[in-house]
Structures are given as structure tokens and as C-alpha cells.
């Protein structure tokens, strides 16, 4: 039953190959978006970082303070404020780095794992498509 | 024809043009009794291997022994009457094609339409179809008669000296080019190169050796991945080695193709083909044309129509614009064209340029050749039985498109994104984080039209309000962070696009499909060849298993998607009953199943546009309120009537200052702030009665009730309306207290105010009107 044969490796090879592309692009994602992520932290760290000494200057100008003297009458804060953002952020990332990698570990382990093994058997079943054609 | 020649060829390895069976047997019909035929092939045997055993003629003995060896196979094709049969149609053709000036008149007449034949064309036809010499007498005879050439030898004058092989020369100045490209000498070489092939094809060890002799020369040298002179020179250079090597090991068998290396590799120093490397590929790709263009000159659209139908014999071209830009105009594209009708015809096919590469393409994947002509039937018959295959292919290469085209998926999909999350933000304000996904990447007008005009109020607010400064947050909230969020997504796309395009070899798994593809249909052909009329017969049983197959599984599928619908349909149900509940909650923002149905986002449209319509009536009344709100000076007190709440140390959320209780009067120090988003305040309030601590509340209500400050040192606080009644306690200069709205008057008429003691509201005391000033 060639015909047979050549069917149902056509319809179960189409669902490993879309399974394993679809492994391979969640893992693809996943990947990125852990690799992006510390680009992403760093640009909403710095933007809140911004945000804040937007409103410490604002308060100083809502009451009367000319620029410099908010920032005078700041600096001490901002001081603070900057290098604990700075402890803060390098301390974050550093968690999300050992984080990443344990999570890039587990997403290889499985959606890799899941992809090959998807893999292998849509090659299985080309192989199996071939012999019958030959 | 050139089926049943193929046929023997790939299952024999006897190339039936060369050889014929009939002469060699002296056979003469295809229906003689079997018998008869056994009893020929038996004596012939017999007469060989009696050359072979007494014969002293080297030539005689080298070719018995050359025919003795493939006998048996001579035999086998003999002996089956369907092969012997169309093996006999086939010489029987062949013969009235070769040995009637049928064809010099078919040629003839295609050049004639564009061009007055001379004698240098007549030179060109028996240079070029050298067998056709043995007809040259009728041939000139026709010649002269019907198309009056002028200059051709008189009849039973000898010319055979006059047609020496061009081979030798390199180059003739004086000679005739094809469509103004190529030299006689190149087309005649290129004619030797394939004969040459030819050759080297029926030879068994080399076909052994080289399973690439079993396809076309175009496809052996892989002319279509080679793209310019000096790959091809290359190429040419391996395959010399490689023969010369098999040559020296292996013996003389191997000397055709030798030969064909080196012709080869002369040609490729010829400028014509140096000059012009892609046409030269398609006289390679369809030599059986190259005559007849070489012959045509100024051509007309019937002669083009014509050369078509002579194309298609040979060739699979899908119609004429197929042929015009697949073979024609590349080759034809330095011709001075004058025709305008070609002009016509030639500027319809350009404009089909595109559809005819998508569909060359097709062709492409599917294996199918233009170089050799297959049925429609076996196209048919390929299709149905492995339809399966190509679904599979489909599914390959709709991912691998998609997956090359990630950016051009990513673009709108990071604007859409971008756009919706602006509009959300200013469509639901407060809880926009909550409902950004909310059919955000469902495309809607209307939510952009509402979105402008809330845009519009909020500016309007906070113009109104003097807080312009407030308009960067906005921008940062409709613009910058929206822009980045689909930044994000364009970025983290075109990233995974590139892991992808590196990870997966797209490359390889495309071959492999296309290999399968050319071999179903080599094999449908094969089997079609084999049994023309059984094949569709035997291929009704494929189709029904086929189909049946289809039947179960879209069976097997519906059943599931019911099933998952009928639970759906419950769980719907449930959900219809608790939508009330949900919505009084508030649930509903977050819960996007609610929006699914288009009744629904109907609501929330409605929803929407109701806001947005009572925000622009009630915007005057609102604007009055703002303005007075502004000019009004001096602390009032606020409570949270809603729940326990945090207030700040600043007027934006970020660090908490305490707890307020539900309930409890807090005074106002008098600063307010409007919060960015336009709606409401911040209220600055003292948290003790001391007024020493303060903190910024979000979202108070404003209590409308008489404050009273003491405005003297020291204010005694009474049980009573009289200064008889016991002090309950002592207040200080610019201590403030909410009234009950009681008052009395003791006896002097002095008018005394009951006050509050506490936040709480619980205990109260009574302070004359002398002592303090009423704030509103």
C-alpha cells in the first residue's frame, strides 16, 4: 500500500515539520527577547531614572526656584538618587543574567529538545516518502 | 517519439536513434508472429558468433563481437511485442521524417518567412542536420522548384567536399551569426558536443560511472547554477580531469566524453560566447531551436507562432509568451526589431513577465522540465496520486516565506501595536495598562477618531488648567513609549527572522522536496510509458485510498473542533450569566473573551463614544469648576469615603508617605496638583493634628463642611454654648477644626460653633465666634 504510505507520510511529516518549525521559532523568540531583555531594562531603568529627576527638578520649579538653584538645592538627592539607580540596575541585571541563563538552559533542554525530535522524524518520514517513490 | 527512445534507453541503455534493431535483425514489420522473430533473432546470433569464430576482417569481428555482446538486450526489446511494436512505428516515422524532404521543407518554409533563402542557409541545413546529406538531391531539387534559390549545385554534382566540419575553425569572419550573437562555428560545435554526449550515453560503463548521462547535457553541466564565464570554465577543467582520469584507468569508453570536455572547453574561449554566456546556456538548454534561430531574421508574427508549435514539440513551453521569455527574447534581445507586430507581441509578453515567473517557479518546484514535454494526462495523474507530497511542500514553503518576509510582517504589526496602545492609553486614561490588550492589533478607525477627540479635551484641560508642562508626559505616553513598544517588536522579529534564517537549512530541505517532486513525476512518466491505457485504470485504486484517507482525517478533525465548540458553547453560557456580575466589578477591562463577539465591542464602542459625548457636555460645567477650584484659596478637608488609602510624599505615586483611614477628615494644606492625566487631583494634606507631617492623596473627595482657625494664643475649648461650661482643651494660633453646623448663643448673645476634636469625628466641643475666623 505505496499510496497509503506516501499519504500518511505527507500528513503526519507536514505536522513534524510544522511542529518543528514552530519549536524552532518559539525558541527563536524566546531567545531574543532574553537576549533583548537587558537592553529593555537598561532603556526603562535610564527612563525612569529621567522621569524622576524630571519631577525633583519640576517640584523646585513649581516653587519658585530658578534651574540651578533646584539643582543646588537637589544635588545632594540627585546624588543619591543616580548611584542608587546605578547599585540597583547593576544588581538587576546581574539577577537577570543568572536568570537568563538558567531559563535559556531550560528553553534549550525543551523546545530544542522538541524540535529535533520533530525534526528527526520528518525525516523519517521524507525518507520513508523517498523509498516509496524510488 | 522521443518517450519510447527514452524508455529503451533508461532501461537498456540502448539509444535506439543510433541503433536500429530493424536493420540489424532484418526485421520487417512490428507485427510479425513471435515465432518468427525468435527464429530471426536465433540465426543472427548464430551468424555473429560464426564471424566471431572464423572471421579474419578486424572490422567485421570487432563489430560481431560489439553486437554479440548487447544481444540479449537486443533480444529482450525484440521479444516484447508492445516494445517491438512502437520501436517499429518509431524507426517507421523517423524514416519518413529523415527520408522525405519533409522536413528540409518545414525548415525552409519557417526561414523563408523571414528571409530569402541563399546559398549560405542551404550550406547551414546539411552543416548542421548532417543526415540530412543522403536526401540532398531532392532536397536542392525542392529548392530550386518551390522557393527559386539560386547558386546550388547542379543535380549529381558532388558537394560532400564543400561540407567540411566546421569544428576546426575558431572563428569565421565571414560566416552568418545566430540572431547577431554567435558564430556558425559555435552553433556547429555546440551540435558536436551533443552528439557527442549522445555517445557517451550508450556506452554502459560510462553511465555506470556518471549517472548524470542520464538527463539532458544543460542539466549535467547544471548550467542553471552557473552564472557567468569563469564558473563555467571551471567546471569544464573538473570534469576534464575527472574523464581524462577515468579514461586512463578504464579505457577507450570513456574517450566520447573526453572528447566532449575538450570541445567544450574550446568553445568557452570563443568570444561570441564569452560575450553573450547567458544565451549560450539556453542553446544548451534548447539545442533542438538553435537552427532555426540561427536561420530567421527578420522575423513575423506568423514565423514566431510557428517557430512556437515547433518548440513545443520538443519542448514544454506553457504558451507562446512563456517561450517569448523563457527562450526567445534573451536570445533575441540585440535583434533590430522593424516588425511592429512582433513589437506587440513581444511588449504583451513583457507585461506578462511577472504571472510567467511565478508560474515558472511553480513549474520549478514541482519538478516539472520545460526541456521535455509530458502530458497533460500524466500532469494529471502526477497530481492526484501525490498530491499529499506537494500539501506538504505548500506547508514548507508558506513557512519559509513568511519566515523571509518576518520584517515586512513586523513593520505594520509594530505600528498597528504602537497606534493601538496610544489609543488605548487615551481611550481608557487610569486603567489603559489594563485594557492595551484589548483587541489591540484588531485595526479600528473608530477607535482612532475617539482617541483625537479625547486627545482634544485633554489638551484643552490642561491648557485650561495652566499645566502645559504636563503635555510632555502626554507626549511621552502617546508617543514614546508606544513608538519603543513597536520598535521592540520590529527589532525582536527581524532578529528571529535571522536566528531562523541561519538555524533551519531552508536550502537543503527545498532540495530534498524538489528531488522528490522530479522523481514522482519521472516515475508517473515511467509508469504512463509503461501502461498508457492501465495507468489511469490503476491509479482510480491510489486516488480512492487517497481520498478516503482525506475523508478521515477532515472526519477526524471536525469531530474535534465540534467537540471544542459544544464545550465552548457551555462555558459561554456560564459566562453570558456572570457578564453582570463582571461588569459591575469592573472585571470586564481585563477579561478580552467579553469583547469577542462583535455585538459586544459594539457596546464598548458605544461605551466609549457615551464617555467621550458627556466629557464634551458637561465640559463647561467642568471647566467652571476647574477655574473656580484655581482661584479658591485657603484648606479645606478631604476624606477617602472609598477605602484605606496610601498618600505619597510626592503628587505622582512613588513613595509612600502613610496610610489614610476610609472615613477619616484630613485637612488640606491648600497645595493641589492635577494629575497628568487631566481628571482629578492631588491634594496635599496634614496627617496629624500637630501639622507637622503631610502626604500627597490621590482620588479625594473634597468635604464641604465650615472650618474654623483659632486666631488667638490661647482659645479654650468648651463643652457648651457659655463660658460656664468646662474647658475641654486648649487650642493654638492657626489650629484648624471642622464644624458640626450646630451653633448657640449663651447669654450675652455671643454666638458659639460646635467644632470636631479629632479626625474621627467622635468626640465634639463648642468655641465662641470672638476666637476664631471662619475659612469657607
Known sequence: MATLKIFWSSVLGSIMLILSMICKTVYALLTCILKMFGGILMIVGILYLVYYVGMLMQEGLDAGYSLISTIAENFADLCVIIIAWYVIFKLTVMLFAIVRIAISNFLSFVLEGLGSACDRKYQYFIGIISKEIN | ?776
Not at chain 2, 576534464?240 to 579514461?247: A, E
Not at chain 2, 567544450?264 to 544548451?284: C, G, M, R, T, W
Not at chain 2, 512518466?525 to 481520498?547: M, P, T
Open chain 2, 1 to 776: 517519439m522521443a518517450s519510447i527512445r527514452d524508455t529503451i534507453l533508461k532501461r537498456y541503455g540502448i539509444d535506439i536513434s543510433q541503433e536500429n534493431l530493424f536493420k540489424i535483425y532484418r526485421l520487417t514489420g512490428g507485427n510479425i508472429p513471435a515465432g518468427e522473430v525468435k527464429q530471426r533473432l536465433d540465426d543472427q546470433r548464430r551468424k555473429w558468433e560464426q564471424t566471431v569464430n572464423n572471421s579474419s576482417n578486424a572490422k567485421l569481428l570487432e563489430k560481431a563481437e560489439d553486437n554479440l555482446k548487447k544481444a540479449s538486450k537486443y533480444e529482450e526489446i525484440l521479444m516484447d511485442p508492445m516494445l517491438r511494436s512502437k520501436l517499429y512505428q518509431y524507426y517507421h516515422s523517423t524514416a519518413e521524417a529523415n527520408d522525405s524532404p519533409k522536413f528540409a521543407k518545414e525548415y525552409f518554409d519557417l526561414i523563408k518567412s523571414t528571409k530569402e533563402i541563399d546559398r549560405s542557409d542551404v550550406d547551414f541545413f546539411f552543416q548542421y542536420f548532417a543526415e540530412q546529406r543522403k536526401n540532398k538531391k531532392e532536397i536542392l531539387l525542392m529548392l530550386k522548384k518551390n522557393y527559386k534559390v539560386r547558386g546550388l549545385a547542379k543535380e549529381g554534382e558532388n558537394q560532400e567536399d564543400d561540407y567540411v566540419e566546421l569544428e576546426g575553425k575558431k572563428k569565421n569572419p565571414e560566416s552568418l551569426m545566430i540572431v547577431n550573437q554567435f558564430k556558425e562555428a559555435t552553433v556547429i560545435k555546440i551540435k558536436k558536443c551533443l552528439e557527442q554526449f549522445q555517445s557517451s550515453r550508450q556506452r554502459t560503463g560510462v553511465r555506470a560511472q556518471y549517472s548524470e548521462l542520464d538527463g539532458t547535457l544543460y542539466q549535467m553541466l547544471e548550467l542553471d547554477d552557473i552564472e557567468n564565464l569563469e564558473q563555467f570554465v571551471e567546471l569544464i577543467k573538473t570534469w576534464r580531469q575527472d574523464v581524462y582520469t577515468q579514461k586512463q584507468e578504464k579505457g577507450e569508453d570513456f574517450a566520447p566524453l573526453v572528447d566532449l570536455f575538450n570541445t567544450l572547453a574550446d568553445i568557452s574561449e570563443y568570444q561570441d560566447v564569452v560575450d553573450n554566456f547567458d544565451s549560450f546556456k539556453l542553446l544548451f538548454k534548447y539545442p533542438e531551436l538553435t537552427p532555426y534561430m540561427y536561420g530567421l531574421v527578420n522575423i513575423k508574427p506568423r514565423s514566431l507562432q510557428k517557430l512556437y508549435e515547433i518548440a513545443n514539440q520538443t519542448y514544454a513551453f506553457r504558451d507562446i509568451y512563456d517561450f517569448l521569455l523563457n527562450y526567445f527574447l534573451p536570445i533575441y534581445q540585440h535583434f533590430n526589431i522593424q516588425e511592429r507586430a512582433i513589437k506587440g507581441v513581444i511588449h504583451k509578453a513583457q507585461t506578462k513577465a511577472t504571472a510567467n515567473k511565478i508560474l515558472n517557479r511553480i513549474d520549478e518546484k514541482l519538478g516539472r522540465d520545460k526541456q521535455k514535454r509530458s502530458s497533460m494526462m500524466v500532469n494529471a495523474v502526477h497530481f492526484l496520486v501525490y498530491w499529499p507530497i506537494f500539501m506538504m511542500y505548500a506547508v514548507f514553503g508558506l513557512f519559509r516565506f513568511t519566515v523571509q518576509r518576518f520584517l515586512f510582517i513586523a513593520l505594520p504589526l509594530g505600528a498597528i501595536l504602537a497606534a493601538r496602545l496610544s489609543c488605548a492609553y487615551l481611550c481608557f486614561q487610569n486603567s489603559w495598562w489594563l485594557n492595551w490588550g484589548m483587541g489591540v492589533f484588531r485595526p479600528d478607525l473608530e477607535l482612532i477618531r475617539l482617541s483625537i477627540q479625547r486627545l482634544q479635551i485633554q489638551l484643552q484641560m490642561l491648557d485650561t488648567s495652566g499645566l502645559q508642562y504636563q503635555k510632555v508626559y502626554l507626549f511621552l505616553y502617546i508617543i514614546v513609549f508606544p513608538v519603543l513598544a513597536g520598535l521592540f517588536v520590529i527589532l525582536l522579529f527581524w532578529r528571529v527572522s535571522k536566528v531562523l534564517l541561519k538555524t533551519i537549512d531552508w536550502i537543503g530541505i527545498d532540495r530534498t522536496f524538489k528531488n522528490i517532486c522530479h522523481k514522482s513525476q519521472l516515475k508517473t512518466e515511467r509508469q504512463y510509458e509503461q501502461w498508457k491505457n492501465k495507468l489511469f485504470r490503476k491509479s482510480v485504486l491510489k486516488f480512492g485510498i487517497n481520498l478516503l484517507s482525506v475523508i478521515l482525517c477532515v472526519c477526524f478533525v471536525s469531530g474535534v473542533s465540534f467537540g471544542l465548540c459544544s464545550i465552548k458553547k457551555t462555558a459561554d453560557t456560564q459566562d453570558e450569566q456572570l457578564s453582570d456580575m463582571k461588569y459591575f466589578l469592573g472585571f470586564y477591562i481585563i477579561n478580552t473573551d467579553f469583547y469577542k463577539s462583535k455585538e459586544q465591542q459594539e457596546k464598548w464602542k458605544r461605551e466609549v463614544e457615551e464617555n467621550i459625548e458627556g466629557w464634551k457636555k458637561s465640559w463647561p460645567e467642568r471647566k467652571a469648576a476647574i477655574e473656580k477650584e484655581l482661584a479658591r484659596t485657603g484648606p479645606a478637608w478631604y476624606v477617602s469615603d472609598f477605602a484605606d488609602c496610601y498618600v505619597f510624599s510626592r503628587p505622582n505615586g512613588d513613595h509612600r508617605a502613610g496610610t489614610i483611614s476610609r472615613g477619616v477628615y484630613y485637612l488640606g494644606t491648600g497645595n493641589r496638583k492635577m494629575s497628568s492625566s487631566g481628571i482629578s487631583y492631588w491634594y496635599e494634606i496634614y496627617l496629624d493634628d500637630t501639622k507637622t507631617e503631610t502626604g500627597w492623596g490621590y482620588s479625594l473627595k473634597e468635604v464641604k463642611l465650615p472650618c474654623f482657625t483659632i486666631t488667638v494664643d490661647e482659645a479654650n475649648i468648651r463643652s457648651g454654648a457659655g463660658n460656664d461650661f468646662d474647658v475641654l482643651r486648649q487650642a493654638k494660633p492657626e489650629d484648624c477644626f471642622v464644624g458640626t453646623g450646630n451653633e448657640g448663643a449663651d447669654d450675652v448673645g455671643t454666638i458659639w460653633h460646635e467644632i470636631y476634636l479629632d479626625g474621627t469625628q467622635t468626640q465634639t466641643g463648642w468655641v465662641s465666634e470672638t476666637i476664631i475666623r471662619k475659612d469657607n
